[in-house]
Every structure is written in structure tokens, then in C-alpha cells.
């Protein structure tokens, strides 16, 4: 029993108390995480945005390839450089469908969007898993905080 307990002690130094803001969370009722296709033309069914990076107008393919639907949980973490991240596990279905569009569209843009607000748009180097990081964002905390609050 007693070795049990020191174990368990152990487990919860190494990964930390169960500190709520580092654990995966679902997405809450009104939350939105969309993910679409970048354009670098207007097309009829595409939506005119503004690059954050660029300042420029960008044009998002609709419907998104994901959504909220889509997605199981996020968490905030930190990358391998050790700089705020958000990590997203999408649910199987969603999985395909990120890995259908990815491995079909390597060298494209795709653009990240959290309750209407772009806040990437990096370019698909290789199909992403199930789970993947957003990085180079601003506020990871209001973002997380955004999706996972209700």
C-alpha cells in the first residue's frame, strides 16, 4: 500500500497537480475551432479574410474541412522549443478527414480559425495527425481559455 502511495506521489510531481488549465478539455457548447483550405483566389464559395502575418486579404475555402465536430480536445502545452502552444486531438473521423485534405494538399496554406478570428495560417509541409500543435500564436491562454470555457 504504502509503496502504491509513492508511486501515485510520484506520478503527480512528474505530470503536475491536477492543475485544470494543462489538462485536455473538450470544447465548450458555443465554441468554434474551424480549419479550411487557403485559396490564393477568390472563388465563389470562398470567405475574403485578412492574413495576420501579411496584412493582406486571403480567401478561406467553405465550408471548413474541420470543425468543432471535429475536434475531442485542447490543451494548452509548450512546443519543443519550450514556447506556449495549443494542442488539438481531433476525434477518428476527424482525423481522416485532416489527414484525407493534408496529404492530398502539401504546399498549401491552411488557416486556423477560433470563434471567428483567424489566428494562423501555416503552410502543410505533411498530412497531420490526429493530434498536432498550434504554434506561433499570441495568447495561447485567452485562446484555450475562448474554447474551453462555457
Known amino acids: 500500500m504504502r509503496l502504491t502511495s509513492y508511486a501515485c ?11 485544470q488549465r ?5 470544447l465548450s457548447k458555443n465554441a468554434t475551432l474551424d480549419i479550411h483550405l487557403v485559396s490564393v483566389t477568390k472563388t465563389p464559395t470562398s470567405k475574403e ?3 495576420p502575418a501579411t496584412k493582406t ?35 477518428p473521423a476527424g482525423a481522416a478527414q485532416m489527414a484525407k485534405v493534408t496529404s492530398a494538399n502539401s504546399g498549401s496554406q491552411i488557416a486556423f480559425v477560433v470563434n471567428g478570428a483567424l489566428i494562423g495560417t501555416p503552410t502543410i509541409r505533411a498530412p497531420i495527425p490526429q493530434q498536432f500543435q498550434i504554434t506561433g500564436v499570441m495568447d495561447f491562454n485567452k485562446i484555450a481559455e475562448q474554447l474551453t470555457t462555457n
Open 57 to 91: 486579404p486571403i480567401y478561406l475555402v467553405t465550408p471548413p474541412f474541420i470543425s468543432a465536430a471535429d475536434v475531442a480536445t485542447v490543451q494548452q502545452s509548450q512546443d519543443s522549443s519550450q514556447s506556449p502552444a495549443l494542442s488539438v486531438m481531433l476525434t
Open 9 to 19: 506521489l510520484a506520478l503527480a510531481l512528474a505530470v503536475g497537480c491536477n492543475n
Open 22 to 26: 494543462q489538462m485536455p478539455r473538450a
Open 49 to 51: 479574410v485578412v492574413s
